[in-house]
């Protein structure tokens, strides 16, 4: 009896602590995703309508494919040219540091680090964006300040914390590289090196970086065996509740616009600006880009600062509604710079099931494996 006994506490036990299959058993069964779950094993034009706010221009969800050509692609000469610039640490003043430097694809296009890290182990200011889908692009930089590819990447090789080279070196120092002559001449039909063409190589070389598609892509697609019901409860909390779908939507999960989400730091460490300091425009104090959520466990840390790296903490934050920040009418009507934030941020009140759920699902839009080679250097 007592060893019956001891056999059954050890079995509650384990059932508490998470370590038992009864708990997941019960997940799986969970009543509250009995009347959510059949509603998306549907084609998405019969999915619940998502919580939007007036005046919001959003999109639906859209799966993305595998690119049947990014192999074909990938030998246009153009894109052979771009990419041998990308990984070429010459383009930098120390040869030291090349794009990939802070944009490797091992770590999902991004460093992995809180800010940037370049020429002199200077740090920059903000979290190194991820590279992927840039092609989707409307504008560029958190602040959104370059309006195309080719005018955004001349500033990290000209700044002095990144690769800190003058564009016109750039040119005079590619052009003692015999090895770069042909390539030129086989992408632009000349073997003159031009910055303009450096840089039209390295936006081709870029536009082909794109994500694999997730489970969640597969699920869209009609796979409904693809998400758990867990996760597929998580993504219509995603849609309604969490409301996250007034910023996050379409097939890159991004409006491409900005808000302030309570992130500014004003008058304090960390204060950013953002793109207040492009526009000059009060009401943009505190903005930033919003970026897409695809493959984001292997983009993080997250947030302008690359403050964040832990999922469920920032489903927390989110969860408060971020408006402990904001002015008092007296403080606003004595500084019109003070940052308001974003009315589209809410509390949500979002119960511990519903944040477990979503966080699973977010977990879910994970899904490229593929890492490119680094290709070897044009001899001098």
Known sequence: MNKFLILVVAVVSLVLFGFFPAVSYYTANNPAYDSIVPLYKKPISQWPTPTIDAGVNWQEFESIKRDSNYFKTQDLPDVILGKMLFFDPKLSKSNQISCSTCHDPEMGWTDRRRVGLGHDHLQGARNTMSLFNIADRTSFFWDGRAESLEKQLREPIAAHNEMAMNLDSVVVKLNKIEGYKPLFKDAYGSEKITFDGIAKALASFQRTIKNQ??????????????????????????????????????????????????????????????????????????????????????????????????????????????????????????????????????????????KKALVAFLESLSGTTYKMRRPEFPVE
């Open 213 to 354: 598609p997730s489970r969640f892509d597969k699920f869209i697609d009609g796979a409904h065996d693809a998400l758990t019901e867990q996760e597929i409860y998580g993504m219509h909390i995603f849609r309604t509740k969490a409301r996250c779908m007034n910023c996050h939507s379409g097939k890159n999960l991004t409006d491409e616009s900005f808000h302030n989400i309570g992130l500014t730091y004003y008058k304090r460490k960390y204060e950013d600006l953002g793109r207040y300091e492009i526009t000059k425009l009060p009401e943009d104090v505190g903005k930033f880009k919003t970026p897409g959520l695809r493959d984001l466990l292997i983009t993080r840390p997250w947030m302008h600062n690359g403050l964040f790296d832990n999922l469920e903490g920032v489903v927390n934050m989110y969860n408060s509604g971020m408006h402990m920040i904001d002015p008092t009418a007296e403080q606003k009507k004595a500084d019109g710079l003070y940052p308001v934030t974003d009315e589209l941020l809410k509390p949500l009140n979002l119960t511990q099931e519903e």
